[in-house]
Nanobody, 130 residues
């Protein structure tokens, strides 16, 4: 499985940006997909994820500003980021983990933001200037 992110850019605070991640697999529906970000000197954290029967997961600081969506026909997930803030500056990574037929039968939203993912993209840089 290969993941390729795109869409990162330098924007001003308050502006919007949409990231894309193309997932190369013939079984897209079998995977949980997540967006992570890592700021310089900080740990990588989960931002949003899909795959839970409870709905899309969002990290608290992005709730109400970020929206994750998917186009299964295109094997692509998106992260729409509105009202960007300087603290959103980071490298954003797309990650995938096969969950269908896995040992778990239920994945909570919070778990999807912290669980181990086997497949990662190369990252795309988002810089928000004040």
């Amino acid at each position: 499985v290969q993941l390729v992110e795109s869409g990162g850019a330098l924007v001003q605070a308050g502006e919007s940006l949409t990231l894309s991640c193309v997932v190369s697999t013939s079984t897209f529906d079998d995977y949980a997909i997540a967006w992570f970000r890592q700021a310089p000197g900080k740990q990588r954290v989960g931002v949003s994820a899909i795959g839970s029967s409870d709905g899309t997961a969002y990290e608290d600081s992005v709730k109400g500003r970020f929206t994750m969506s998917s186009d299964n026909a295109k094997n692509t997930v998106y992260l729409r980021m509105n009202n960007l803030k300087p603290e959103d500056t980071a490298t954003y990574y797309c990650a995938a983990e096969k969950i269908k037929f896995a040992s778990h039968t239920y994945y909570s939203r919070s778990y999807l933001l912290t669980m181990k993912y086997d497949y990662w993209g190369q990252g795309t840089q988002v810089t928000v200037s004040s």
